[in-house]
C-alpha cells in the first residue's frame, strides 16, 4: 500500500522540490489577494474554540462542496466514508488521487490558486514546511478529541512549533520481514543473524541471509539511535544541534561497517528493487522494509514479520517512524466543513475500516488495541516495532540531511571509509546547507 514510500521521501531532488516551491510561494500565501489567488480562510473567525463542545456544534458552511487528496491505495475506501459524511452533514467531497508525498509540494502552488484540495494527506517530514508558509489551519477545534484518541507520538508529528496542525491517519516504520520456510524463528539479536548468514549465504547464487538499503539514513539510523545518535537537538526541532556524527553515531555505524562480512554488495546493488526481487524470489532470507511492501510478498512467500533484531550490548533496534496526517487547507473556501471531514476520516469507525479495506496500520489508539488489528500479526509487529521508534524530525532543515548522510554512508560502506571523520565531513556539510538555506 505504500511501496516505494522510503524512496519518495528519501530521494534529496523530491525533498527538496517541495522546499523550494513552499519557499517561492511564501509571499503569495501570505497575500494571495495581489496576484488574484484565493484568500486564505480566517482560522480566528472560524474556530473559536478547542473544546469538544464546540466541535460537536459546529455546522458547515451552506452550499459547500470540498475536494479531498487521497492516495491510491485509499482511495476506493476514502469514497465510502466521503458518502457516509454525505449522508451526516450534506455536504458533497469529490475525490482526487494525489501520492501523499506530492501533496505538500502541490499545496504551494495549487492553494494559493484556490485549486487544492480542501484536506489533503502528507507524512510528517513536509509539515515544516507547509505549516511556515501558511498553507495549513491549526486544527484548533477538534484538537483535544483528536489528541485524546491518537497515539502520542502521532500527535508529536503532527505538531510544529507547539501548534497542532494535523488529525494523524496511519504510522509507518520498517521491521524484518523473514521468509518462514528459509526462517522457522526470527532472530532477536544481530548475532543470530550474523550466524544464520555464515551458513546461508552464496554470493554466486545471489542468495544472502539479510538486506536493507544501506545507502539510506531512514534505514541505517536503526544502528545509530540506540547508542545516543539524533538528528537534531530538542526532540529534531533544534537545526543548529546535530548528532549524527557523535559518539553514538560513530558507533553505531561502525557496526554496521562491520556486517559488510555478511553482505558484501556494495550500496548500488541493495536498492529497493533488487532486494524485493531476491526476497519475492526465495534468495533473500529478511530483508529490512516496511508495511508499503506487504502486498509485493504476501502472496509469494510464507511472510512473517517481526521487530528489529537487538544490537550488541543488548540495545534495542530504534528506527525511525512516519505519520500521515489529513490538514486543513489554508485557502478553503469552506473551512468548517474541511474541519469536519478532517476529524470524520479519522474517527474511531472510520480508521478501523480504513484498516479493515486497505491494511493501512491505525494512528488512532483505540483501533491500534482493537482485536482485529491485533489479531494480525504483520500488523502486530509493525506497530510493536512502531513503539520504539522515532519520529522523523518535520522541521525544514531535514531537507539538508538525506544527501550528505547518503554520500557518508556509500563511502564508509563501499570503500571502508574512517567513520568518524567521514560522518564529521557530513555533519558540517549538512550545517552548512542549513546556513544557506536561512538567508
Known amino acids: 500500500m505504500f511501496k516505494k514510500t522510503v524512496g519518495v521521501i528519501l530521494s534529496a531532488g523530491l525533498v527538496m522540490a517541495p522546499i523550494t516551491a513552499c519557499s517561492s510561494n511564501s509571499d ?56 457516509a459524511f454525505k ?16 501533496q505538500a509540494g502541490r499545496l ?9 484540495g480542501d484536506v489533503v494527506l502528507f507524512p510528517q517530514d513536509k509539515l515544516g514546511d507547509a505549516a511556515s508558509a501558511g498553507l495549513l489551519l491549526p486544527n484548533d477545534v477538534f484538537a483535544k478529541d483528536v489528541t485524546a484518541r491518537s497515539q502520542k507520538n502521532a500527535i508529536e508529528a503532527s505538531t510544529y512549533k507547539g501548534t497542532l496542525y494535523g488529525y494523524p491517519k496511519s504510522v509507518e516504520t520498517y521491521a524484518l520481514f523473514y521468509n518462514k520456510d528459509l526462517v522457522p524463528n526470527p532472530p532477536k539479536t544481530w548475532d543470530e543473524v550474523i550466524a544464520f548468514a555464515k551458513i546461508f549465504n ?20 536503526a544502528f545509530m539511535a540506540p547508542y545516543g545518535a539524533y538528528v537534531f537537538g530538542g526532540k529534531g526541532t533544534d537545526s543548529n544541534d546535530i548528532g549524527l556524527n557523535n559518539s553514538g553515531a560513530v558507533k553505531g555505524l561502525t557496526f554496521m561497517q562491520s556486517l559488510r562480512s555478511i553482505l558484501p554488495p556494495k550500496v548500488a546493488d541493495l536498492t ?50 512516519g505519520v500521515r ?10 473551512p468548517k466543513a474541511a474541519r469536519l471531514l478532517a476529524n470524520f476520516l479519522t474517527s474511531k469507525e472510520n480508521q478501523l475500516s480504513c484498516y479493515q479495506k486497505t491494511g493501512i496500520l491505525p494512528a488512532n489508539q483505540e483501533v491500534a488495541n482493537d482485536s482485529a488489528v491485533k489479531a494480525d500479526a504483520l500488523s502486530s509487529a509493525f506497530l510493536t516495532q512502531f513503539a520504539s521508534s522515532e519520529i ?18 556509500t563511502s564508509i560502506w563501499d570503500t571502508n571509509a574512517d567513520v568518524k571523520s567521514t560522518l564529521d565531513s557530513a555533519a558540517k556539510t549538512i550545517k552548512e546547507q542549513i546556513t544557506s538555506g536561512k538567508k
Not at 449522508?87 to 506530492?102: S, T
Not at 552464496?202 to 539510523?221: G, H, N, P, Q, S
Not at 506487504?294 to 550488541?312: H, M, Q, T, W, Y
Open 28 to 83: 503569495s500565501a501570505s497575500s494571495p489577494a495581489a496576484s488574484g489567488a484565493a484568500s486564505p480562510a480566517s482560522s480566528a473567525s472560524t474556530a473559536p474554540s478547542t473544546s469538544s463542545t464546540a466541535g460537536a456544534e459546529l455546522q458547515p458552511e451552506k452550499g459547500a462542496v470540498l475536494t479531498l487528496w487521497e492516495d491510491k491505495e485509499a482511495k476506493q475506501w476514502a469514497t465510502e466514508v466521503a458518502a
Open 87 to 102: 449522508a451526516k452533514y450534506n455536504v458533497e467531497v469529490k475525490i482526487e488521487e494525489v501520492p501523499a508525498p506530492d
Open 108 to 116: 504551494t502552488t495549487d492553494g494559493p490558486a484556490g485549486t487544492g
Open 202 to 221: 552464496d554470493e554466486k547464487a545471489r542468495k544472502y541471509a539479510i538486506m536493507w538499503e544501506v545507502k539510506t539514513l531512514y534505514y541505517d539510523y
Open 272 to 321: 529497493f528493487d533488487i532486494k524485493t526481487q531476491l526476497f519475492a524470489d526465495g534468495k533473500l532470507a529478511m530483508n529490512i522494509d516496511g508495511p508499503w511492501s506487504i502486498g509485493s510478498f504476501k502472496d509469494k512467500i510464507n511472510l512473517g514479520v517481526a521487530p528489529l533484531p537487538d544490537l550488541p550490548e543488548g540495545k534495542k533496534s530504534v528506527s525511525f517512524s
Open 325 to 334: 496526517s489529513y490538514y486543513v487547507n489554508t485557502y478553503t473556501k469552506y
Open 392 to 409: 522523523m524530525p518535520s522541521i525544514p532543515a531535514m531537507a539538508s540531511v538525506w544527501a550528505p548522510m547518503e554520500g557518508a554512508v
